[in-house]
């Protein structure tokens, strides 16, 4: 009877430890891959209005309500540290990269790309490295750019 119980334990043990290493572990945040992170999160916040609202963001203030989910992506878009493209239709609302939306077109990119090149999000929400030519020569998505810190409408 005590070697049943052992085994019990022994294989629930096993699973406790298969299960645990099951999640992703995520990157620290340094220097060299804030960027990207920021980024995702900008395409987290697209991801998250598409799917609340229905509808393109047109303004930075648009995400607004999504700062507790994707605080650093908001901050660098009202800073102007990222610029985010307005009147993107986000059609894949799915967690992870979308697979029916655009792979070619730029949803957000930090400022230094056009001139430097570096990270740009995709409409598909991946992250791709471009050459400031490559950037030049890119499909921008929607349809303007998002101006930085810009306030809502008021509907008075």
Known sequence: MRSHHLAAFALT??????????????????????????LNDVGEMYRQ???AKKKPAATVADFA???QIAPLGLKALRDGDVIGRAGVEIQDVMEGPATTDPADAVLAYAKEVPTSGGPV???NRT????TAD????????????????AAAKSKN
């Open 13 to 38: 043990l096993g699973l406790v430890a298969t299960l645990a290493g099951c999640g992703e572990t995520a990157a620290p945040l340094t220097a060299e891959n804030k960027t990207e992170f920021v």
């Open 65 to 67: 309500p999504l700062e």
């Open 121 to 123: 999000l995709m409409h």
């Open 49 to 51: 209005f598409a799917f």
């Open 134 to 149: 490559e950037f030049k020569a890119a499909k921008l998505a929607g349809t303007g750019d998002l101006a930085p810190g």
């Open 127 to 130: 992250v791709k490295q471009m």
